[in-house]
Nanobody, 121 residues
């Protein structure tokens, strides 16, 4: 049984930082691509960042230079370090995993339950 458990969300002021974590179980972590998506109210879920074990990270344009995705294969954990947060980063952030070196549309994916990030003064 695959399980993804996110943590680290919360309320932060504009310009602040948060680090999200996602611990995976039930998979051979090393051979899975891990990623973060987000969904703001009234909007579609969108990719934030993803990374395979051996590949370079991939970022959405509006988070490049501010967010960093990393993974610790020994801990089955993927992180999202978010700096210089903006109000428009407010969303529920979801962890996603899929077997292989990159996300492929239509392939089996697993999702976490989501963690709320709110950027507000």
């Amino acid at each position: 049984q695959v399980q993804l458990v996110e943590s680290g969300g919360g309320l932060v002021q504009p310009g602040g930082s948060l680090r999200l974590s996602c611990v995976a179980s039930g998979i051979s972590f090393r051979v899975y691509t891990m990623g973060w998506y987000r969904q703001a109210p009234g909007k579609q879920r969108e990719l934030v960042a993803d990374k395979s074990s051996g590949g370079s990270p991939n970022y959405a344009d509006d988070v490049k230079g501010r967010f960093t995705i990393s993974r610790d294969n020994a801990k089955n954990t993927v992180y999202l370090q978010m700096n210089s947060l903006k109000p428009e980063d407010t969303a529920v952030y979801y962890c996603k995993t899929q077997l292989g070196a990159r996300f492929v549309s239509g392939a089996t994916s697993y999702w976490g339950q989501g963690t709320q990030v709110t950027v507000s003064s």
